[in-house]
Every structure is written in C-alpha cells, then in structure tokens.
C-alpha cells in the first residue's frame, strides 16, 4: 500500500500546469518559499548538501535550495507535477536537481542515511499516515543531518484562517484543498519525530496579514508552522 490519497494526488495533478504561475493557486507557495528557504538555511547552510525534498510537487522549494548550491533530489506522486518540475529546471537551467516519482517509503528502504537534509513542506496534511513519512524522513537523513516539516495546526483559528478564510473568503486557494481532520498539532508532529528517534531543535510559525497581503515568520505556531529536528550521531 502506497501512502497516498489517490483524490490529492489528481487534485495536485490537474493543477500541475500551473505550478509556477506567480498569480495561479500557488501564489500563497511562491510568497512564503523565501522565508522557509532563509530560516532552513539558517538552521543548515544548504551550499553542498546532499538535500531531499518530499512533496516536491512542481519544485519552488526544491529549485531554490538548488540554488542555493545544494544537490538536490525533489521527489513526488504526482506525475504531472514531477514533469512540470523538470521541465522548469532545464528552461531555467539549474544545476544539482534532479527529480523522481517514488514513495518516501521507498526510497527511505533504497537509500537510508542518505541525506544531509531533507524537507517536508506542505505535505503531511494529505497523507493518510503522516507518522509513516516522518519515520521515513529520519531513516533517509544522515546522522547528525537536518529534517525539516512544515503542516497546519489543528485549533479552531486553523480552521477560520486556512480554511474559511484562505478557500471560501480570500480565494486564496482551491476549496477543497484542505481537510481539517488531517491537520496536526505541533506536540502530536514533535511527538512522531521523537518516536523516529530525531531531537527537535526549533520551530517557527508562519502568519498572514490580510490588510497587507504579506507573510512573515514569527513564534505563533498557531495556524501554519515549521520544525527543525536532528537526527542524533551514531556516537550517541
């Protein structure tokens, strides 16, 4: 069994095309791709890491951390998705990514201790076993290597802000795009990293301001947020 909702991987698929599109349904992933890229690199200069992205879909997080002089895999389910990342990178000419449709399952059992960082951005929410994935993660990260999640919390001003606001009243995504009962708390995420045998170091919440149309990074966890964790040296 493949960890995936056959409906999230179509959804993503029939907007592949549009994945960089500035003003498409992935504006919201162009706006913050700075900030998460800035605070990842801050925790782990990226500058000749080996670096796996998971949930790469149309590749904005994985071209930057190419960019940014890492050699890095972007991996997906999305079919369509994976082609539109490829083919960005070659009419954008990065160098050091490369992209593959695989199961994070998978590769974890192919390649473990692979990576020096891998992220996770955006995806746990559509999983139907998110505690599988992290485990994965932290068999694929080198010891010592950084892993890196990004999710929405699940509270009542989750719900108001991710969903009411950013689907039904902004329009800012696709109704539909996300599923409240799939959102996880940061204890219960920092409780299945923990069981995948990783520390979390850090985490930092994203938040909107609607009046300004600008996102920035701060410690409310309270909507959307992110977790730096280690997975500890083999010494220890």
């Not at 900030?35 to 925790?43: E, F, H, K, T």
């Not at 079919?79 to 000419?93: D, I, M, P, R, Y």
């Not at 955006?122 to 950084?146: I, N």
């Not at 992110?226 to 500890?232: G, I």
């Amino acid at each position: 069994m493949i960890n995936a909702d056959p409906q999230e991987l179509a959804k993503f698929s029939d907007l592949a095309h549009r994945w960089w599109d500035l003003d498409s349904e992935f504006k919201p992933l162009h706006q913050i791709n700075p900030l998460r890229l800035d605070w990842i690199s801050g925790q782990c200069p990226l500058a000749g890491k080996a670096v796996l992205d998971v949930g790469c879909g149309g590749g904005i997080l994985t071209d930057s951390m190419a960019r940014r002089g890492a050699r890095v895999l972007g991996i997906d389910l999305a079919t369509k998705a994976l082609k539109v990342a490829q083919l960005h990178a070659l009419e954008a000419g990065t160098e050091g990514v490369d992209y593959r449709e695989i199961a994070v399952e998978a590769l974890a059992i192919e390649q473990p201790a692979s990576f020096d960082v891998v992220t996770c951005m955006e995806m746990l929410e559509h999983v139907p076993d998110p505690a599988s994935v992290v485990q994965a993660l932290a068999t694929l990260v080198k010891p010592d290597g950084w892993v890196f999640l990004s999710t929405l919390n699940r509270n009542f001003k989750s719900f108001i802000q991710a969903i009411v606001g950013a689907e039904y009243l902004l329009k800012m995504l696709p109704v539909g795009t996300h599923e409240y009962a799939r959102f996880l708390r940061p204890s219960e995420l920092a409780q299945f990293c923990r069981n995948a045998g990783m520390d979390v170091q850090a985490s930092r919440g994203l938040g909107y301001n609607p009046l300004t149309q600008r996102y920035s990074l701060g410690s409310n966890t309270d909507v959307n947020y992110m977790l730096a964790c280690r997975r500890p040296s083999e010494r220890q």
